[in-house]
Protein backbone atom coordinates (compact mmCIF):
# COMPACT_ATOMS: atom_id res chain seq x y z
CA UNK A 1 0.00 0.00 0.00
CA UNK A 2 2.67 2.21 0.69
CA UNK A 3 3.93 1.95 -2.25
CA UNK A 4 0.98 2.51 -4.13
CA UNK A 5 0.68 5.72 -2.17
CA UNK A 6 3.79 7.24 -3.21
CA UNK A 7 3.52 6.02 -6.82
CA UNK A 8 -0.44 6.87 -7.56
CA UNK A 9 0.49 10.90 -7.33
CA UNK A 10 3.39 10.53 -9.64
CA UNK A 11 0.89 8.86 -12.35
CA UNK A 12 -1.70 11.56 -11.95
CA UNK A 13 1.08 14.17 -12.11
CA UNK A 14 1.71 13.16 -15.33
CA UNK A 15 -1.47 12.37 -16.65
CA UNK A 16 -2.88 16.06 -15.59
CA UNK A 17 0.77 16.89 -17.27
CA UNK A 18 0.42 15.65 -20.69
CA UNK A 19 -3.35 16.72 -20.46
CA UNK A 20 -2.47 20.00 -20.16
CA UNK A 21 0.15 19.74 -23.02
CA UNK A 22 -2.45 19.11 -25.19
CA UNK A 23 -4.59 21.59 -24.18
CA UNK A 24 -1.96 24.23 -24.96
CA UNK A 25 -1.27 22.60 -28.18
CA UNK A 26 -5.06 23.42 -29.00
CA UNK A 27 -5.50 26.64 -27.88
CA UNK A 28 -6.61 29.48 -30.54
CA UNK A 29 -2.95 30.83 -32.35
CA UNK A 30 -1.94 33.36 -34.22
CA UNK A 31 0.53 31.55 -36.43
CA UNK A 32 -1.74 28.85 -37.12
CA UNK A 33 -5.00 30.46 -38.20
CA UNK A 34 -3.21 32.98 -40.30
CA UNK A 35 -1.60 29.88 -41.96
CA UNK A 36 -1.03 30.44 -45.66
CA UNK A 37 -1.45 34.14 -45.42
CA UNK A 38 1.52 35.23 -43.68
CA UNK A 39 4.26 34.67 -41.30
CA UNK A 40 3.15 36.03 -38.34
CA UNK A 41 6.59 37.22 -36.56
CA UNK A 42 7.70 38.69 -33.23
CA UNK A 43 11.01 40.72 -32.39
CA UNK A 44 12.40 39.22 -29.47
CA UNK A 45 14.63 40.37 -26.58
CA UNK A 46 17.51 38.78 -24.61
CA UNK A 47 15.35 37.63 -21.59
CA UNK A 48 13.25 35.71 -24.19
CA UNK A 49 16.11 34.08 -26.28
CA UNK A 50 17.68 33.19 -22.75
CA UNK A 51 14.92 31.75 -21.61
CA UNK A 52 14.39 33.58 -18.60
CA UNK A 53 11.07 35.35 -19.88
CA UNK A 54 9.08 31.83 -19.50
CA UNK A 55 6.02 34.08 -19.65
CA UNK A 56 6.96 35.85 -22.53
CA UNK A 57 8.14 32.20 -24.23
CA UNK A 58 4.99 30.60 -23.30
CA UNK A 59 2.84 33.17 -26.07
CA UNK A 60 6.29 33.26 -28.57
CA UNK A 61 5.78 29.38 -29.11
CA UNK A 62 1.91 29.61 -29.35
CA UNK A 63 1.31 32.45 -31.27
CA UNK A 64 4.02 33.14 -33.67
CA UNK A 65 6.55 31.43 -36.36
CA UNK A 66 8.85 33.69 -36.95
CA UNK A 67 11.26 35.66 -35.14
CA UNK A 68 13.39 39.16 -35.66
CA UNK A 69 16.34 40.03 -33.56
CA UNK A 70 15.25 43.19 -31.67
CA UNK A 71 18.47 44.63 -30.72
CA UNK A 72 21.23 41.70 -30.66
CA UNK A 73 22.25 42.58 -34.11
CA UNK A 74 22.38 46.28 -34.64
CA UNK A 75 25.93 47.48 -35.16
CA UNK A 76 26.92 48.87 -31.66
CA UNK A 77 26.36 45.91 -29.84
CA UNK A 78 27.31 43.03 -32.72
CA UNK A 79 30.80 45.04 -33.37
CA UNK A 80 31.32 47.16 -30.84
CA UNK A 81 35.23 47.73 -31.86
CA UNK A 82 36.62 47.22 -35.48
CA UNK A 83 38.74 44.40 -34.68
CA UNK A 84 36.59 42.93 -32.13
CA UNK A 85 33.06 40.84 -32.54
CA UNK A 86 30.54 40.14 -30.29
CA UNK A 87 28.30 37.00 -31.48
CA UNK A 88 27.53 35.80 -27.87
CA UNK A 89 23.30 37.27 -28.16
CA UNK A 90 23.18 36.87 -31.77
CA UNK A 91 24.29 33.29 -31.68
CA UNK A 92 21.55 32.99 -28.86
CA UNK A 93 19.19 34.69 -30.89
CA UNK A 94 19.74 32.68 -34.27
CA UNK A 95 19.98 29.30 -32.04
CA UNK A 96 16.45 30.49 -30.60
CA UNK A 97 14.91 30.73 -33.68
CA UNK A 98 15.90 27.03 -34.70
CA UNK A 99 15.07 25.39 -32.22
CA UNK A 100 11.56 26.47 -32.45
CA UNK A 101 12.03 26.10 -36.09
CA UNK A 102 10.84 29.70 -37.04
CA UNK A 103 11.63 31.65 -39.66
CA UNK A 104 14.59 34.15 -39.20
CA UNK A 105 15.18 37.80 -40.08
CA UNK A 106 18.49 39.54 -39.41
CA UNK A 107 18.42 42.99 -38.09
CA UNK A 108 19.63 45.38 -39.17
CA UNK A 109 23.14 45.84 -41.20
CA UNK A 110 23.59 48.85 -42.27
CA UNK A 111 21.63 51.52 -40.43
CA UNK A 112 22.91 55.23 -39.06
CA UNK A 113 21.11 55.16 -35.29
CA UNK A 114 22.64 52.50 -32.90
CA UNK A 115 25.69 52.52 -35.31
CA UNK A 116 29.55 51.65 -33.34
CA UNK A 117 31.16 54.78 -32.99
CA UNK A 118 34.03 53.78 -35.07
CA UNK A 119 32.62 52.60 -38.35
CA UNK A 120 32.57 56.14 -40.25
CA UNK A 121 35.48 57.82 -38.84
CA UNK A 122 38.79 57.58 -38.15
CA UNK A 123 41.12 58.12 -34.29
CA UNK A 124 40.57 61.92 -34.66
CA UNK A 125 36.98 61.64 -35.39
CA UNK A 126 37.26 62.86 -38.93
CA UNK A 127 35.43 60.99 -41.50
CA UNK A 128 37.08 58.21 -43.25
CA UNK A 129 37.71 57.74 -47.10
CA UNK A 130 35.25 56.56 -49.18
CA UNK A 131 37.91 53.61 -49.48
CA UNK A 132 38.13 52.78 -46.24
CA UNK A 133 34.18 53.07 -45.41
CA UNK A 134 33.76 50.60 -48.23
CA UNK A 135 35.88 48.30 -47.17
CA UNK A 136 34.17 48.49 -43.41
CA UNK A 137 31.04 47.51 -44.76
CA UNK A 138 31.99 45.05 -46.96
CA UNK A 139 33.94 43.09 -44.04
CA UNK A 140 31.42 44.08 -41.20
CA UNK A 141 28.38 42.49 -43.69
CA UNK A 142 30.58 39.51 -45.17
CA UNK A 143 31.77 38.47 -41.58
CA UNK A 144 28.10 38.60 -39.71
CA UNK A 145 26.05 37.71 -43.02
CA UNK A 146 28.86 35.09 -43.62
CA UNK A 147 28.31 33.73 -39.66
CA UNK A 148 25.05 33.03 -40.21
CA UNK A 149 25.18 31.77 -43.92
CA UNK A 150 22.48 29.48 -44.55
CA UNK A 151 20.77 29.56 -41.12
CA UNK A 152 18.92 33.08 -41.52
CA UNK A 153 16.34 33.29 -43.87
CA UNK A 154 16.53 36.90 -44.32
CA UNK A 155 18.26 40.60 -43.56
CA UNK A 156 17.11 43.84 -43.05
CA UNK A 157 19.91 45.30 -45.28
CA UNK A 158 19.80 48.67 -45.13
CA UNK A 159 17.38 50.61 -42.81
CA UNK A 160 15.51 54.14 -42.84
CA UNK A 161 17.31 55.56 -45.98
CA UNK A 162 15.29 58.49 -46.42
CA UNK A 163 13.27 61.03 -45.09
CA UNK A 164 9.54 61.73 -45.70
CA UNK A 165 9.66 64.15 -48.50
CA UNK A 166 11.32 60.92 -50.07
CA UNK A 167 15.09 62.80 -49.63
CA UNK A 168 18.03 60.56 -48.81
CA UNK A 169 18.85 61.12 -44.99
CA UNK A 170 21.72 62.63 -44.33
CA UNK A 171 24.23 60.06 -42.62
CA UNK A 172 27.32 59.29 -42.72
CA UNK A 173 26.92 57.09 -45.19
CA UNK A 174 25.63 58.86 -47.31
CA UNK A 175 27.70 61.59 -46.47
CA UNK A 176 30.81 59.56 -47.15
CA UNK A 177 29.65 57.34 -49.90
CA UNK A 178 26.04 59.06 -51.87
CA UNK A 179 23.55 56.99 -52.90
CA UNK A 180 26.12 53.79 -53.43
CA UNK A 181 26.09 52.81 -50.45
CA UNK A 182 22.60 51.12 -50.70
CA UNK A 183 23.49 48.93 -53.49
CA UNK A 184 27.05 48.13 -51.89
CA UNK A 185 25.34 47.07 -49.10
CA UNK A 186 23.03 44.74 -50.72
CA UNK A 187 25.52 43.48 -53.11
CA UNK A 188 28.23 42.62 -50.21
CA UNK A 189 24.91 40.51 -48.31
CA UNK A 190 24.55 38.37 -51.40
CA UNK A 191 27.80 37.84 -51.60
CA UNK A 192 28.37 36.81 -48.10
CA UNK A 193 24.88 34.66 -48.49
CA UNK A 194 23.61 34.12 -52.00
CA UNK A 195 20.60 32.20 -50.86
CA UNK A 196 19.59 34.64 -48.34
CA UNK A 197 16.61 36.42 -48.95
CA UNK A 198 17.61 40.39 -48.62
CA UNK A 199 15.47 43.30 -47.38
CA UNK A 200 14.85 47.21 -47.26
CA UNK A 201 13.47 48.50 -44.01
CA UNK A 202 11.98 52.17 -43.30
CA UNK A 203 9.13 53.67 -41.26
CA UNK A 204 6.35 56.17 -41.90
CA UNK A 205 6.01 54.62 -45.27
CA UNK A 206 2.66 56.05 -46.00
CA UNK A 207 3.99 59.27 -47.17
CA UNK A 208 3.90 60.08 -50.67
CA UNK A 209 7.74 61.53 -50.75
CA UNK A 210 9.16 58.45 -48.98
CA UNK A 211 7.09 56.32 -50.80
CA UNK A 212 8.26 57.29 -54.26
CA UNK A 213 11.65 56.87 -53.21
CA UNK A 214 11.70 53.97 -51.79
CA UNK A 215 9.71 52.31 -55.38
CA UNK A 216 12.67 54.06 -57.30
CA UNK A 217 15.78 52.69 -55.36
CA UNK A 218 13.81 48.98 -55.56
CA UNK A 219 13.37 50.24 -59.23
CA UNK A 220 17.06 50.73 -59.85
CA UNK A 221 18.49 47.78 -57.93
CA UNK A 222 16.58 45.43 -59.86
CA UNK A 223 17.45 47.81 -62.84
CA UNK A 224 21.40 46.76 -61.59
CA UNK A 225 20.36 43.19 -61.36
CA UNK A 226 21.03 43.61 -57.52
CA UNK A 227 19.36 41.34 -55.64
CA UNK A 228 16.11 42.74 -52.99
CA UNK A 229 13.35 40.62 -52.58
CA UNK A 230 10.97 42.58 -49.79
CA UNK A 231 10.23 45.72 -48.68
CA UNK A 232 9.75 46.18 -44.77
CA UNK A 233 6.72 49.03 -44.05
CA UNK A 234 7.04 49.29 -40.48
CA UNK A 235 3.88 49.74 -38.80
CA UNK A 236 5.31 52.23 -35.47
CA UNK A 237 1.77 53.82 -35.54
CA UNK A 238 0.05 56.36 -33.55
CA UNK A 239 -4.08 56.97 -33.15
CA UNK A 240 -3.70 59.57 -36.17
CA UNK A 241 -1.53 58.68 -38.04
CA UNK A 242 -0.31 56.80 -40.82
CA UNK A 243 -4.11 57.61 -42.30
CA UNK A 244 -4.78 53.62 -43.74
CA UNK A 245 -5.79 54.10 -47.53
CA UNK A 246 -2.11 56.11 -48.08
CA UNK A 247 -0.99 52.88 -46.11
CA UNK A 248 -2.34 51.07 -48.17
CA UNK A 249 -1.10 52.96 -51.70
CA UNK A 250 2.27 52.45 -50.36
CA UNK A 251 1.79 48.65 -50.00
CA UNK A 252 0.29 48.18 -53.54
CA UNK A 253 2.95 50.39 -55.02
CA UNK A 254 6.09 48.51 -53.72
CA UNK A 255 4.38 45.04 -54.27
CA UNK A 256 3.82 46.23 -58.19
CA UNK A 257 8.05 46.59 -58.20
CA UNK A 258 7.76 43.13 -58.19
CA UNK A 259 9.14 42.38 -53.96
CA UNK A 260 7.27 40.82 -51.40
CA UNK A 261 6.25 43.48 -48.94
CA UNK A 262 6.89 42.85 -45.09
CA UNK A 263 4.88 44.63 -42.57
CA UNK A 264 7.14 45.08 -39.77
CA UNK A 265 8.10 46.79 -36.38
CA UNK A 266 4.24 46.99 -35.20
CA UNK A 267 3.34 48.58 -32.85
CA UNK A 268 0.58 51.80 -31.69
CA UNK A 269 1.02 54.25 -29.31
CA UNK A 270 -2.17 55.69 -27.44
CA UNK A 271 -0.50 58.34 -25.85
CA UNK A 272 0.36 61.52 -27.06
CA UNK A 273 3.30 63.06 -28.44
CA UNK A 274 5.00 66.44 -28.48
CA UNK A 275 5.58 66.73 -32.30
CA UNK A 276 3.33 64.84 -35.07
CA UNK A 277 3.92 61.99 -37.07
CA UNK A 278 7.66 61.74 -35.93
CA UNK A 279 7.54 57.90 -37.30
CA UNK A 280 10.01 55.87 -35.08
CA UNK A 281 13.66 58.43 -35.41
CA UNK A 282 15.22 57.03 -31.92
CA UNK A 283 17.28 60.13 -31.94
CA UNK A 284 13.98 62.33 -30.90
CA UNK A 285 13.78 63.14 -27.18
CA UNK A 286 11.49 65.49 -25.75
CA UNK A 287 11.48 66.81 -21.92
CA UNK A 288 9.14 64.61 -19.95
CA UNK A 289 5.73 66.26 -18.90
CA UNK A 290 2.87 64.85 -16.32
CA UNK A 291 -0.04 65.76 -19.20
CA UNK A 292 2.52 63.52 -21.76
CA UNK A 293 1.97 60.72 -19.59
CA UNK A 294 -1.61 60.30 -19.11
CA UNK A 295 -1.96 56.27 -18.67
CA UNK A 296 0.65 55.44 -15.55
CA UNK A 297 -1.50 52.74 -13.98
CA UNK A 298 -4.05 51.69 -16.64
CA UNK A 299 -5.86 52.34 -19.81
CA UNK A 300 -9.46 53.88 -19.88
CA UNK A 301 -12.37 51.21 -21.75
CA UNK A 302 -12.97 53.96 -24.07
CA UNK A 303 -9.25 54.50 -24.98
CA UNK A 304 -8.60 50.33 -25.16
CA UNK A 305 -11.62 50.26 -26.99
CA UNK A 306 -10.06 52.92 -29.50
CA UNK A 307 -7.01 50.99 -29.60
CA UNK A 308 -8.41 48.02 -30.92
CA UNK A 309 -10.73 49.09 -33.47
CA UNK A 310 -7.81 50.96 -35.01
CA UNK A 311 -5.51 47.84 -35.04
CA UNK A 312 -7.96 45.94 -36.22
CA UNK A 313 -8.37 48.19 -39.47
CA UNK A 314 -5.05 47.26 -40.22
CA UNK A 315 -4.79 43.81 -39.38
CA UNK A 316 -7.98 43.44 -41.86
CA UNK A 317 -6.03 45.44 -44.37
CA UNK A 318 -2.95 43.32 -44.33
CA UNK A 319 -5.68 40.02 -44.96
CA UNK A 320 -6.89 42.07 -47.82
CA UNK A 321 -3.42 42.10 -49.12
CA UNK A 322 -2.14 38.59 -47.59
CA UNK A 323 -1.21 37.51 -51.54
CA UNK A 324 1.50 40.54 -51.58
CA UNK A 325 2.47 40.27 -47.68
CA UNK A 326 5.17 37.57 -46.93
CA UNK A 327 4.96 38.45 -43.13
CA UNK A 328 3.77 40.91 -40.30
CA UNK A 329 5.92 41.19 -37.31
CA UNK A 330 5.35 43.20 -34.10
CA UNK A 331 7.76 44.79 -32.63
CA UNK A 332 7.81 42.69 -29.13
CA UNK A 333 6.02 40.44 -27.32
CA UNK A 334 3.88 42.17 -24.57
CA UNK A 335 3.70 45.71 -23.36
CA UNK A 336 6.11 45.68 -20.94
CA UNK A 337 8.90 44.52 -23.82
CA UNK A 338 8.21 47.53 -25.87
CA UNK A 339 10.51 50.29 -26.19
CA UNK A 340 7.75 53.17 -26.59
CA UNK A 341 7.46 52.79 -23.03
CA UNK A 342 10.67 55.14 -22.75
CA UNK A 343 10.26 56.81 -26.43
CA UNK A 344 10.02 59.70 -27.10
CA UNK A 345 9.60 60.60 -23.46
CA UNK A 346 11.54 58.13 -20.49
CA UNK A 347 9.79 57.12 -18.12
CA UNK A 348 5.78 56.60 -19.83
CA UNK A 349 4.05 53.61 -19.85
CA UNK A 350 2.68 52.54 -23.03
CA UNK A 351 0.36 49.60 -24.17
CA UNK A 352 1.29 49.50 -28.16
CA UNK A 353 1.53 45.66 -28.66
CA UNK A 354 -1.30 42.51 -28.80
CA UNK A 355 -0.73 41.39 -25.19
CA UNK A 356 -0.62 43.26 -22.08
CA UNK A 357 1.64 43.16 -19.37
CA UNK A 358 0.22 40.48 -17.45
CA UNK A 359 0.64 38.22 -20.88
CA UNK A 360 -3.08 38.53 -21.79
CA UNK A 361 -4.32 38.67 -25.13
CA UNK A 362 -6.08 42.10 -26.13
CA UNK A 363 -9.44 42.30 -27.76
CA UNK A 364 -7.55 42.19 -31.02
CA UNK A 365 -6.01 38.90 -30.71
CA UNK A 366 -9.47 37.40 -30.97
CA UNK A 367 -10.30 39.79 -33.15
CA UNK A 368 -7.91 38.68 -36.18
CA UNK A 369 -8.71 34.90 -35.17
CA UNK A 370 -12.17 35.92 -36.27
CA UNK A 371 -11.38 38.44 -39.29
CA UNK A 372 -9.60 34.74 -40.57
CA UNK A 373 -11.78 32.29 -39.74
CA UNK A 374 -15.08 34.37 -41.38
CA UNK A 375 -12.56 34.89 -44.61
CA UNK A 376 -11.59 31.43 -44.79
Not at 10 to 34: D, G, I, M, R, Y
Not at 202 to 216: E, L, N, T, W
Not at 264 to 290: C, H, R, W
Request: proline share 4%; net charge neutral.
Amino acid sequence: MRIYYLTFPLFLLAFLSSCKTVENEHQPSLKTSLKGKFLMGVAVNDAQTSEQDTAGLRLIKQHFNAVAAENCMKSEVIHPEENRYDFTRSDRFVAFGEKYKMAITGHTLIWHSQLSPWFCVDKEGKNVSREVLIERMKNHIHTVVGRYKGRIQGWDVVNEAFEDDGSYRKTKFYEILGEDYIPLAFQFAHEADPNAELYYNDYSMAHKGRRDAVVRMVTQLKAKGIRIDAVGMQGHMQMDFPVAKEFEKSLLAFANTGVQVMITEIDMTILPTSKQNIGADVGTNFEYKKEMNPYPDALPDSVAQAWNTRMEEFFNLFLKHSDKISRVTVWGVTDADSWRNDWPIRGRKDYPLLFDRNHQPKPIVEAILKSVNKNN
